[in-house]
Structure formats: structure tokens, C-alpha cells
């Protein structure tokens, strides 16, 4: 599967965005799928998951509460709603896909993501 995410841009502290991303190819529905950040200097690190069929979703601590993962498998589309944004919520946001065989929860490793999206940056002026 290839993604690409779009949605990023400069937002003030306490404003929203909401990050999208487009999948192509086959058996969308088989992937769980994840939005990871990077921020400059720092590791890639996991914002949040969900599974193929929506019905679980996984958050890191410092996102819960603000941000909300969906996807819509018959439009192939992944999406991150952020909302009360902060300064230190600055970096370059990534979709990603895992290929599952039976439902699972969505992991929030890099290792376990096949296929990953150019990213889309995001930055927070304070």
C-alpha cells in the first residue's frame, strides 16, 4: 500500500488541525494503521493506532485527550484530528501501515510499519 498525508501547516497554540492520509492499492482494510511524529533532532515516536476495522484505537500519553484517530476503509483514508495543539506537538507527522492477518490491536512500534507516507509537517507557534 502507498500513503501519502496532507493536512499539515502552522497553527497557533491552542488551534486544531486535522492531518489526512491517502492510501492506495490493495486490501486497505487488512492494515492497521498508525500517525507517528518526528521533531527535529528527536526519534520517530508513536502518536497513535488504529485497527483495521476501526474498532480499536491506541493514543501516547501526551495525546490523549486531544487528539482522535479515525479511517474510513471504503475511502481508503486515515485521519488525525489534533486539537489543543502546543508548541512541542511541532514536527514532521507520518502515516503508516501494518499488514495484519487477524484483528489486532494497533502496535506502536516503527518496526512493526511496512509502509510509511512522505509526512506532512506540522508546526505550533506559541
Known amino acids: 500500500v502507498q500513503l501519502q498525508a496532507s493536512g499539515g501547516g502552522l497553527v497557533q497554540a491552542g488551534g486544531s488541525l486535522r492531518l489526512s492520509c491517502t492510501a492506495s492499492?490493495?486490501?486497505?482494510?487488512?492494515?492497521?494503521m498508525a500517525w507517528f511524529r518526528q521533531a527535529p533532532g528527536k526519534e520517530r515516536e508513536f502518536v497513535s493506532g488504529?485497527?483495521?476495522?476501526?474498532?480499536?484505537?491506541d493514543y501516547a500519553d501526551f495525546v490523549k485527550g486531544r487528539f482522535a484517530i479515525s479511517r474510513d476503509n471504503d475511502k481508503k483514508m486515515v485521519y488525525l484530528q489534533m486539537n489543543s495543539l502546543k508548541p512541542e506537538d511541532t514536527a514532521v507527522y507520518y502515516c503508516a501501515a501494518d499488514w495484519v492477518i487477524s484483528s489486532t490491536p494497533p502496535s506502536s512500534s516503527t518496526s512493526d510499519y511496512d509502509s510509511w507516507g512522505q509526512g506532512t509537517l506540522v508546526t505550533v507557534s506559541s
Open positions: 492499492g490493495r486490501f486497505f482494510s487488512r492494515y492497521n
Open positions: 488504529i485497527s483495521r476495522s476501526g474498532g480499536s484505537t
